[in-house]
């Protein structure tokens, strides 16, 4: 029997990472991290000191792992453990541009495939485009969402807690941004697919989230 799929796709910031690894917790299943992976490989390429259009033609020699244990998730290149560094604001800034790499995302799409065939009983896997392109057979497809505000508050205070730019403000504006280059891209956009459950977390919590997106998996399986 294959593995229940769970996409769970939406803007930066609308709390995707915390309500898939919840999720995935509460019914055992796996969990996998697809902007951790995209970030990984900007880690990778900015550290290489490739741009956009050089990376292309060196993907071989950028090896990407990624952990699918909800309670301890990690992201390694070449065997060096990146979870931290990929977070910095510099992959922040430059991701969309890389991302946008037809290459870079055949590559990438390819592993998420394969970590959903090696998956046990199921996988929830986040990102922008794993209910529109990834998994379009996934079990459940979510679209998940808040008001740009209440991103950019929950935002700010993560990056508080890493010791980065706390502002509002600052947070809004580089989420608006990443918002419109991964919405705005050629390759595989940032949109709602047809048959996914849009959830708007704006005005609910964290637990109220999961236990919704947890309910509605439960109906489908
Ligand atoms: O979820 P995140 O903010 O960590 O994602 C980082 C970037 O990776 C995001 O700006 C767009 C890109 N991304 C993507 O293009 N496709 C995905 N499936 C996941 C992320």
């Known amino acids: 029997m294959s593995a229940v799929i769970v996409a769970i796709d939406g803007p930066s910031g609308s709390g995707k990472s915390s309500v898939s690894k919840g999720v995935a917790s509460r019914l055992r299943y796996e969990y996998l991290d697809t902007g951790a992976m995209y970030r990984a490989l900007t880690w990778w390429a900015l550290d290489k000191h490739l741009s956009p259009d050089q990376v292309a033609d060196r993907l071989d020699e950028c090896a990407i792992m990624s952990g699918t244990d909800p309670e301890a998730p990690f992201v390694t290149v070449n065997a060096i453990d990146v979870s931290e560094a990929i977070r910095t604001p510099e992959v922040t800034a430059a991701v969309s541009a890389y991302s946008a790499v037809p290459q870079v995302r055949t590559m990438l799409v390819e592993m998420q495939r ?25 079990t459940l497809k979510v679209y998940l969402t808040a008001d740009v505000e209440a991103r950019a508050q929950r935002r700010a205070a993560e ?26 891209r050629a390759v595989s956009p940032l949109q709602v697919a047809d048959d996914a459950v849009q959830v708007d977390a704006t005005f609910m919590t964290l637990p109220e989230v999961i236990d919704h997106v947890t309910a509605l998996v439960q109906e489908r399986v």
């Open 159 to 184: 990056n508080a807690q890493r010791g980065q730019d706390a502002d509002v403000a600052d947070t809004h504006e580089s989420l608006a941004a990443r918002d419109a280059a991964d919405s705005g």
């Open 114 to 138: 394969e970590a959903a065939a090696n998956a046990g009983s199921g996988l929830v896997a986040e990102g922008r485009d794993l209910g529109t392109v990834v998994f379009p057979d996934a």
